[in-house]
């Protein structure tokens, strides 16, 4: 038979090294004997802080504002050192509507998607590549320009029709440390974007 499950509780529990972990303790009663699971889930309420505090912070915000926001947001999110949320026009070109590069906003920047990464997000949606950047897209100059080596780009897709009108992405001048759940909060930040 099923033993009666006990109602799972979180602690924070401090390390030897003095690190502070969550830790969710669950647990079953069988026969008398308590069975108890602890997961350590300080990295799901980190990403959870994080989430939060990238939508809270602009929430409040609008227009212009907002993408400025966001850019400077994620960089610091991703320990990136450049952020853009592009519009796609007709030509194949991403327009940025919002970019920082190492801390500065950049106005005016454009480039054509074609031999870009871009061009692999405008096709899968999401894209990440932690390192070789420029190795495995040797066409755009603006990646060698940059010294690039990580990327990671998700779609802003029309919220009616599904069509990809944009890239949200990310460039790092070393390897790419990925947060956890970086895809799904990128996904979602793009949608809100869009």
């Known amino acids: 038979a099923l033993g009666k499950e006990i109602e799972s509780r979180q602690y924070n529990v401090t390390c030897k090294n003095g690190d502070v972990l969550t830790v969710e303790i669950s647990g079953v009663i069988i026969d008398s004997n308590i069975l108890a699971t602890f997961n350590d889930i300080t990295e799901r309420q980190q990403l959870e802080v994080n989430y939060r505090l990238l939508i809270e912070s602009s929430i409040s915000l609008s227009g212009q504002e907002y993408f400025d926001e966001i850019t400077g947001l994620l960089c610091n999110w991703v320990k990136a050192e450049c952020a853009i949320v592009g519009e796609l026009d007709a030509n194949g070109n991403v327009n940025a509507i919002s970019m920082e590069l190492d801390g500065n906003k950049i106005e005016g920047y454009s480039y054509s998607i074609k031999g870009t990464p ?15 950047i420029q190795v495995l897209f040797p066409h755009d100059s603006d990646l060698v320009d940059m010294n690039a080596e990580g990327y990671l780009g998700s779609a802003i897709l029309d919220p009616k029709s599904g069509e990809v009108i944009g890239v949200l992405c990310l460039i790092s001048r070393s390897p790419l440390i990925l947060p956890a759940f970086a895809t799904e909060i990128l996904s979602e930040i793009a949608s809100k974007v869009g």
């Open 118 to 132: 871009c061009e692999q997000v405008a096709a899968d949606n999401y894209c990440v590549y932690k390192k070789d």
